[in-house]
């Protein structure tokens, strides 16, 4: 981790940081409060210890200022002069973690520091696992494909950067959008989504921006606009790839400056907003057409996310089947059907072409059109389609991908016992075993 010392004495920011490298910490020095903050500002320090009484900008000073900045801010200790433990205790009401006094002992500061990068430690942890929890309640998996999109999430979540999620319709761009803001720290502020492939251009530029009372036929009042009631949290950019020209212009400029100016006014007005845009086109190569702003692309793909198509994943299939036919079980009110072998190879056998959508929303039809308890399998998509292979799987990727899923499904169908998989998958137990171990799919047998 990186500390920083703020001290107007070189020879304690000397001594403190021997001291805080011989504990592996990366060590960065200011002289005064100034210094300070603008090293802050500069991010990627989790703990400051910093003097209290300096020039220009004291120790508490330094600490009001670091506490108006946003999550996640680093951990303050202030140094106090001997007797001043009155203004120690005040120091820790506004914010500060801890305190230690001049003259120190090496011992003493050690403790402090290590009980304060224990409090930096926690709170990463625990962020990084509200973002599991986040993207785990937003989307079902088990692919290696989509576990390295959760890695992502999880390490992009906390960062208040712009993001571009792009897959094909129906893949979950939204859910992970859902899992990014959830885990975020502006996720208790307004997270607002707007589809751009729904509105004219004018409109469109209306709705982003606002406008004035009058300022466009149709325009009887005036409205705030959608960055501005996203203020201080998130705006979700829905088929951003939609935008005209003049919209995709006036987007640039928001970005770069950070305000927007509404329809029909002249002053700009200041935003704190964090975007996510999503897309189903290619943007890169809209950009070389000439439909899509290059400047802009760059803008939006700061962290670019990419939610692979139901193809390149056929073992989150079962997980996802299993999901949605228990819950349209329970909105039918119907008992559940079973994730039978042969259900299980009529899914697999379809390429699904609209993705995770079409896989939902064909499971919730024959749930409704079959009879109770039992699916009525010629209401899903005819398997007699040649199953379509995303260009970058070949073939024995696309075998392997289906033929885990469909032992994933038999372990769950006999509740990891492997003798009864095997039973139900027609083929030997010692096969099994040397396809679960192939897999890495760890079973322990009851």
Aim: no cysteine; charged share 30%; hydrophobic share 45%.
């Amino acid at each position: 981790m990186k500390v920083l010392v703020v001290d107007d004495d070189s020879g304690v920011r000397f001594t403190l940081k021997g001291l805080l490298e011989d504990e592996g910490l990366e060590v960065i020095e200011a002289a005064d409060g100034e210094q300070g903050v603008a090293a802050v500002e500069r991010g990627g320090i989790s703990l400051v210890l910093s003097d209290v009484r300096m020039p220009k900008l004291d120790g508490l000073g330094l600490l009001e200022r670091i506490q108006k900045l946003p999550e996640p801010r680093p951990q303050v200790i202030l140094i106090t002069a001997h007797g001043n433990e009155r203004l120690a205790v005040e120091a820790i009401k506004r914010g500060a973690s801890d305190y230690f006094k001049k003259p120190f002992e090496l011992d003493d500061v050690l403790n402090v520091v290590r009980r304060a990068l224990g409090t930096v430690r926690l709170a990463r942890e625990n962020s990084r696992l509200q973002s599991d929890v986040s993207l785990l309640r937003s989307l079902i998996f088990v692919s290696p494909a989509m576990s390295r999109l959760a890695e992502l999430v999880t390490r992009v979540a906390p960062r208040d950067v712009t993001v571009l999620i792009t897959g094909e319709s129906g893949t979950g761009k939204e859910r992970v959008a859902d899992a990014l803001v959830a885990a975020s720290a502006r996720a208790d502020k307004p997270f607002v989504r707007f589809n751009a492939a729904s509105l004219t251009e004018e409109l469109a530029e209306a709705e982003l921006f606002g406008h004035s009372k009058g300022a466009f036929t149709g325009a009887t009042r005036a409205r705030l606009g959608l960055f501005r009631e996203a203020d201080g949290g998130t705006l979700l950019l829905d088929e951003v790839g939609e935008l005209g020209a003049t919209v995709q212009a006036r987007l640039l400029r928001v970005l770069q400056e950070n305000e927007v100016r509404p329809v029909g006014e002249d002053k700009p007005v200041k935003i704190d907003v964090r975007l996510i845009a999503a897309t189903h086109r290619d943007l890169a190569a809209d950009v070389k057409a000439g439909r899509f702003r290059e400047d802009l692309y760059y803008r939006l793909k700061v962290v670019h996310l990419h939610v692979p198509s139901l193809r390149e994943r056929p073992e989150d299939i079962p997980a996802l089947a299993r999901h949605f036919l228990t819950r349209a079980a329970r909105s039918f009110g119907m008992p559940a059907a079973p994730l039978t072998p042969a259900l299980l190879e009529k899914l697999t056998a379809w390429s699904w072409p609209g993705n995770v959508r079409e896989l939902e929303n064909a499971l919730e039809s024959a749930v409704a059109l079959s009879p109770d308890g039992a699916l009525d399998l010629t209401l899903l998509p005819s398997e007699a389609s040649s199953v379509e292979l995303h260009p970058g799987a070949g073939l024995k990727e696309k075998l392997e991908a289906t033929e885990r899923g469909l032992i994933v499904a038999a372990l769950d169908a006999a509740r990891g016992n492997v003798s009864e998989a095997a039973r139900q998958l027609r083929i030997g137990r010692a096969t099994l075993h040397d396809k679960l171990k192939k897999y890495g799919l760890g079973v322990t047998e009851p």
